[in-house]
């Protein structure tokens, strides 16, 4: 059966339509199937709905994404309370351990994603994977800092995502393997994503889910909550009509 | 003595200059030499058999052991000749002919 691929982090300018037509049609060139381009939580509505005929101009399935930069555990909260029921996807930027705890723990949030280049302030550890495998989360990585950076830097980031990858495998927390590119010559098609993360022990098969089944499947199972249909998980809405002693 | 396998990369170069083979064939080395170091480089048996600077299509060989460390080094590569470039690769064989066939396919669809 033929993959869907997903790339969950698009950045292009959002001032720049042009740039964004650009880089979406070229996603949609690579292969890929579902996109998403995190916006703020203020974004309005119809910046989103602009995002979305774009993508299906492209032929891509448009998924809404939210990126939270929240400073402590109480504005992450505040935050999850006022965008769950507005976006598809929410993720969050932990900067401080506080803020990546909470974060790993909550079932609203979808993806972690962890500063790039500032290595003693990625939080995940044991105690973060463990709290993450018992909630929904799971760990982004973006493809860009790989690809951009050179010599003992790259060597630094590729051994501390290798350390990474080891602890999420250890406590199966899914991870989801993302362009993080505002630049169209940084797009790479989805297995050659796949392929650049077997330097980090993603190979084969894991490293494919990471750019197909793992974020199709967080965006598969928020659209079913976000459907109105929607009661429980198992339980929904199939047919509307009279109590069965009326009928 | 035991056969060496060998994988054949059609690869496309999505770039607004046109590099020439010899800096086409540098930016490759590179990329591997950069990745793997010059032992690594030098296991992956890397030769470029054709080379279509007006259709920006090259094909390289490497050996099966080690297509994918050439896969990781392709992937890697964002400039060529100092210009912004990415190399992606289109369909991977074990034969020239199967890969030539794949490719006309490729084109055709």
């Known amino acids: ?247 | 003595m035991k056969r060496v396998k060998r994988r054949y990369l059609a690869l496309q170069i999505d770039s607004a200059y046109v590099p020439s083979q010899k800096e086409f064939l540098d930016c490759i080395w590179a990329a591997v030499t950069k990745l793997y170091g010059e032992f690594g480089a030098s296991l992956t048996s890397l030769a470029l058999i054709d080379y279509d600077a007006e259709g920006r299509q090259a094909v390289l060989r490497a050996n099966l052991a080690t297509v994918d460390q050439v896969r990781v080094a392709v992937a890697s590569i964002t400039s060529i000749a100092g210009g912004e470039a990415a190399v992606h690769v289109l369909v991977a064989s074990g034969t020239i002919k199967a890969l030539n066939a794949r490719l006309k396919e490729l084109n055709s669809a």
Do not use: W
């Open chain 1, 1 to 247: 059966m033929k993959r869907t691929f997903v790339d969950l982090h698009l950045r292009p300018n959002l001032k720049d339509s042009a740039a964004i037509v650009r880089l979406i049609d070229k996603t949609a060139a690579l292969d890929y199937r579902l996109v998403s381009v995190p916006t703020d939580p203020e974004t309005s509505s119809g910046e989103i709905q602009k995002l979305r005929c774009i993508c299906k101009n492209a032929g891509l399935d448009f998924v809404s994404r939210v990126d939270l930069r929240p400073r402590s555990q109480n504005e992450l909260l505040t935050l999850l309370r006022k965008c769950r029921r507005k976006f598809e996807i929410i993720c969050v930027l932990c900067e401080n351990k506080e803020v990546a705890r909470q974060a790993a723990k909550d079932r609203r949030v979808d993806l972690l994603n962890f500063p790039q280049t500032d290595y003693r302030n990625r939080f995940f550890d044991a105690a973060e994977a463990e709290l993450a495998s018992s909630g929904l989360a799971a760990l982004e990585f973006d493809v860009k800092p790989l690809l951009l950076l050179e010599g003992p830097a790259r060597v630094r980031l590729l051994s501390c995502l290798r350390r990474e990858v080891q602890v999420a495998r250890a406590f199966h927390v899914p991870i989801v393997v993302s362009s993080g590119v505002s630049e169209v010559v940084l797009l790479r098609k989805p297995r050659e994503m796949a392929v650049l993360f077997s330097l980090v022990d993603l190979a084969g098969v894991y490293g494919l889910d990471a750019v197909s089944c793992n974020p199709l499947a967080i965006v598969k199972r928020n659209r079913e909550k976000l459907c109105s249909k929607f009661v429980a998980p198992g339980i929904r809405v199939v047919k509307k009509g009279m109590n069965c002693e009326e009928s």
